[in-house]
């Protein structure tokens, strides 16, 4: 079967939904290919853009201190790209990168809107959420669901850890134990902490449920009321002002069973940052997927880009394996949104690493070929260090329209754009920077795409 658009875009996580919205709202026909599941899907859905330096343990307090910074030490950082023009100062490239990320920031916060994944918080500030294990992250936007009100402000503030029988993912007496030890370290509220655990049997399950199975069952009727009867006694036994609960509120209603819960029990109520399987990141997902299609895109899922037809200096058609067949579309432009490992861009073996759709050069961190490199040369040994693992930074390096490029530095095709966890340059888990690069990279390539195709006359 043969298919046209003016826009492909290969991927559906974060950087690919983001890029094929921008594009369908400027007019293009975008059609969207996914072959499985994503990182998006699988992350804590709080949208980070930049926490940390590298191997510094002070987070930044906003992401626009933590841009100027992150610029300034890695000038090949995607986040870096985006200033990237013709005879402009460093104030003006700095400008421009601010300037960029917090439209992005905008733009995202504006179509999550009245999503079951709605977010909260401002460009100017990171928000310190907390995590299923009592610690504490930099993010700039949280889901409505995860936002813990005024906690830290009151002094006269409890918090509750309620944990789920049966549901080995959240330990709430380790948590709580965690966190009141930062708190005091901090001399801040809460002072008072506790935890507990309640029943809940999704379908009739009591032991090995898992956090999705337990969100599936609060979204059915009945069912946040039947947890208010146990929470509520919790809440009075300890004087909690504030409950925290693993991301488990619901799929399809976690924002009104929130609200219902906060009625029921007389206590504020939000949901920790998980691990995956993670309920936040599949609203964020389901949400961003939903956005998309309103926008006008199209969308296969299930479908996999393995090969491609080249003209001279254009990728004139991308091959895709479906459940049924095989497909050939025809674009006028592509963007490359495959993620690293998990969504399956970048994949490693004893030979080394390799860009899994057009096989591009990959490179490392300081842009050396990666090609070679056997993925366990590229790992520390501690699996949590401040530095991270050296192998997440390698990726797709790119020019300044986000365009990937070949060994002599130069566009591998002209109408080829690249966003998200695909690129080099950058290292998410130990920046906190993960959604916020897809987003912003994901944001500007589709920019790029469709300046590109007014320029070439391909599109009005
Ligand atoms: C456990 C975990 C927790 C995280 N937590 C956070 C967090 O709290 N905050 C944060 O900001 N970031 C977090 N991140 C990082 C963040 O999730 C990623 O950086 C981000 O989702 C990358 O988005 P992406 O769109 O580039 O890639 P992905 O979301 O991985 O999407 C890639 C897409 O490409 C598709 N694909 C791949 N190859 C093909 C092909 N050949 N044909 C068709 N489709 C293809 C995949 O199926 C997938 O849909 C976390 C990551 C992980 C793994």
């Given at each position: 079967m043969n298919l046209k658009a003016d826009l492909l875009v290969i991927g559906g996580g974060m950087a690919g939904l983001v890029a094929g919205t921008v594009a369908s709202e400027s007019g293009l026909t975008t059609l969207l290919l996914r072959k499985g599941q994503s990182a998006t899907a699988n992350s804590s859905g709080a949208i980070d853009v930049i926490g940390y330096v590298p191997d510094v343990l002070e987070p930044f307090s906003s992401p626009e201190e933590g841009l100027l910074a992150i610029v300034a030490l890695y000038p090949l950082h995607p986040y870096a790209i985006?200033?990237?023009?013709?005879?402009?100062?460093s104030e003006e490239t700095s400008a421009a990168i601010i300037g960029r990320v917090r439209e992005a920031i905008m733009w995202l916060k504006e179509h999550l809107g009245g999503t079951i994944a709605s977010v909260t918080g401002e460009f100017d500030t990171n928000m310190h959420l907390i995590t299923i294990i009592g610690t504490t992250k930099p993010t700039c936007l949280a889901q409505m669901t995860m936002c813990p009100g005024d906690l830290e402000d009151r002094e006269d503030s409890v918090l509750l850890f309620a944990g789920i029988t049966g549901c080995s993912e959240f330990n709430p007496s380790a948590a709580a134990k965690t966190y009141i030890e930062d708190r005091m370290a901090l001399d801040g509220p809460p002072h008072k902490v506790g935890h507990c655990m309640f029943q809940v049997t999704p379908f009739g399950k009591s032991f090995n449920i898992s956090s999705i199975e337990i969100a599936r069952h609060l979204d059915r009727e009945g069912s946040i009321e039947a947890l208010a009867e146990q929470l509520k006694v919790q809440v009075k036994r300890i004087g909690a002002t504030h409950v925290a609960l693993p991301p488990v509120l619901g799929i399809r209603n976690a924002i009104a069973n929130k609200s219902k819960l906060e009625k029921l029990i007389g206590a504020t109520v939000f949901e920790l940052l998980g691990f995956p399987p993670s309920v936040p990141g599949l609203r964020l997902q389901q949400a961003l997927e939903g956005v998309f299609i309103k926008a006008g895109g199209k969308m296969l899922v299930g479908h996999e880009a393995i090969s491609h037809v080249r003209t001279k200096q254009r990728v004139a058609a991308v091959i895709a394996r479906g459940p049924l067949r095989e497909i050939r579309v025809d674009a006028k432009a592509i963007i490359l949104a495959t993620g690293k490992y998990i969504g399956g861009g970048i994949a490693g073996d004893e030979k080394g690493l390799r860009e899994t759709v057009f096989d591009i050069m990959t490179v490392t961190d300081d842009y050396h070929s990666s090609r070679d490199i056997v993925p366990s040369r590229s790992t520390n040994r501690l699996s949590i260090n401040p530095t991270g693992q050296p192998i997440q930074a390698c990726g797709v390096g790119i020019d300044s329209q986000f365009r990937p490029v070949r060994e002599d530095g130069l566009e591998w095709a002209e109408n080829l754009f690249a966003a998200g966890a695909v690129l080099a340059g950058y290292n998410y888990s130990v920046e906190k920077s993960g959604l916020g690069v897809a987003l912003t990279s994901g944001y500007s390539a589709a920019k790029n795409a469709i300046d590109f195709l007014r320029e070439v006359k391909q599109v009005e």
């Open positions: 985006v200033g990237y023009g013709d005879d402009v100062t």
